[in-house]
């Protein structure tokens, strides 16, 4: 049980071994003798990380051990923080903060080949980016989830053990300043070019002129990056929302001029690129400039951040993630396609509620005709494969004469009412916007699907009655033996 496993990870993190782990690491650390790689860090994390088995609250009991430690000799604190503030100001960190858990521009099966070479063969370290450090020390597909499992009050204790708002590790404070900057100048770059791709220009060709936001954002960017105010923040933040409201425009554009997966995919990856802008932003010039503490508000975003950044890296190479990604696109084009369709089976007046009965009604009469052309073919005793192409040729035929006359079968309606069900609630950012779309909706389908069912079963029952009636009457032929209709 969790009770178990949190006892036994306690028993095994309370004792002296791991006291004595930690202080020969640090030991070894102050001698001096640790190259500049992240070598002893993953040394120094794999003795934190939870052993098989163990619930992710065990990183949290072992940091517990570590924590005193640093408290009770501040030498190995400060060369830990040493040691981190030389592997930060050596490294490039923007690649890191602009493209990590971002859509790249390959495709399915270019990526699913990167991937795979991941898993197999990694690539080597390159010891100039962060980005292959980060790689190199949370090598576990699953270390993102123990580190969000650590209380923040531990991660604070651990931030200040180490000095990081000392002058000990200015240095890595601004390279890691520096370094947002650019990132921030990378993603706003790779915004304006994603706002002008043709794919979009063909949706909205006024994207190309000067007035884009996609292309207007870029030089906020850099005023935000020259002054780092509140202003151009917010001026900023303004063309993003605009941003963000082109992208809704072409989305249901492409409803009526059609949609590509490419669309979906170049859409999905503009807004995770608006995302991390803001991100970016809200790191280098933050709005809650009021707040009591604006240290220890910096240092939460930071920690948040960092978070997110290792879920992502330890992702990278998943296979499962890029076919749960590729998949949700895929659906969520056919949800934005099928979505035309379904609303032609959304009734919301009386004349198209009278109308769809009608149409409900005409399939009635063709569905009563096949079923009596089934109970011919059975008759003639056919073999088994030609009496299934023969029936499968009788359904296929009905239904393609039911389109192609736009008249409607009831139980072909909830694949195509769902899609509009999907795509009006996928539009809808509030909670309440959201269910009064689905109550709104679900009233409108439900009666619709109702008149639908009435005028499918009302005309096919009497149809079928009428034949049956009238060819016993007058013709004396019965559609079916006495033995098949017992």
């Known amino acids: 049980s969790r009770a178990s496993r949190r006892s036994k990870a306690m028993r095994g993190t ?19 003798d640790v190259p500049d790689t992240g070598e002893w860090l993953s040394r120094l994390v794999d003795s934190i ?9 065990a990183a949290a009991l072992r ?10 000799r501040p030498e190995l604190a400060a060369a830990l923080g040493a040691h981190l503030d030389s592997l930060l100001s050596s490294r490039m960190h923007r690649i890191l903060y602009a493209e990590s858990g971002v859509l790249s ?16 063969l990694p690539p080597a370290v390159d010891a100039e980016y962060l980005r292959d450090l980060v790689a190199e020390v949370f090598d576990r597909p699953r270390d993102y989830e123990w580190l969000r499992a650590i209380p923040r009050s531990d991660w604070d204790a651990l931030l200040q053990a180490i000095g990081v708002d000392g002058p000990s590790f200015a240095q890595a404070r601004q390279q890691c300043r520096r370094e947002l900057l650019e990132a921030m100048r990378l993603t706003s770059v790779r915004l304006a070019a994603l706002g002008t791709d043709p794919v979009l220009l063909q949706y909205l060709p006024a994207l190309a002129r000067h007035e884009s936001p996609f292309l207007a954002q870029g030089d906020e960017v850099r005023g935000l990056l020259a002054l780092r105010s509140a202003e151009a923040a917010a001026d900023g933040e303004v063309l993003l929302c605009q941003c963000e409201d082109y992208v809704e425009r072409i989305r249901r554009r492409s409803r009526e001029a059609g ?3 490419n669309l979906v995919y170049l859409l999905a990856r503009i807004e995770q690129v608006i995302a991390r802008l803001r991100r970016l932003g809200d790191l280098v010039a933050p709005g809650d400039v009021a707040v009591p503490d604006p240290a220890a508000a910096a240092r939460a975003r930071a920690l ?3 978070l997110l950044l290792v879920r992502q890296e330890n992702r990278r190479n998943s296979v499962r993630d890029l076919f749960r990604g590729t998949t949700e696109l895929v659906a969520r084009r056919v949800t934005e396609q099928a979505s035309r369709s379904g609303e032609h089976y959304i009734t919301t007046s009386r004349g198209e509620f009278v109308e769809m009965y009608r149409a409900a009604a005409g ?4 569905i009563a005709v096949m079923a009596l052309f089934k109970l011919r073919l059975a008759v003639l005793d056919l073999p088994l494969l030609w009496e299934g192409v023969a029936f499968s040729l009788n359904y296929g035929l009905g239904f393609v004469l039911i389109h192609v006359l736009h008249l409607t079968i009831a139980t072909k309606q909830p694949a195509m009412t769902a899609a509009t069900l999907a795509a009006s609630l996928d539009v809808r950012d509030s909670r309440e916007a ?26 096919t029952l009497l149809t079928a009655f009428a034949i049956a009636l009238t060819a016993v009457q007058f013709v004396g032929w019965n559609a079916a033996s006495a033995d098949k209709a017992a």
Do not use: C, K, M
């Not at 521009?105 to 197999?120: D, N």
């Not at 399939?363 to 063709?366: D, K, L, R, S, T």
């Open 259 to 261: 949609v590509s997966v």
């Open 363 to 366: 399939a009635g009469f063709i």
């Open 304 to 306: 948040d951040f960092f």
């Open 49 to 57: 990380r939870p052993r098989r088995r163990e619930a992710a609250e």
């Open 105 to 120: 521009s390959q495709g399915f099966w270019a990526g699913l080949a990167r991937r795979l070479l991941g898993r197999l």
């Open 434 to 459: 959201r269910l009064n779309a689905l109550a709104e909706l679900a009233a409108e389908v439900s009666r619709t699907q109702w008149v639908s069912i009435a005028g499918n079963v009302t005309i």
């Open 63 to 72: 940091l517990r051990v570590l924590l005193p430690l640093l408290a009770a």
């Open 14 to 32: 309370r004792g002296t071994d791991l006291t004595d782990v930690f202080t020969q690491l640090l030991e070894g650390l102050r001698g001096g």
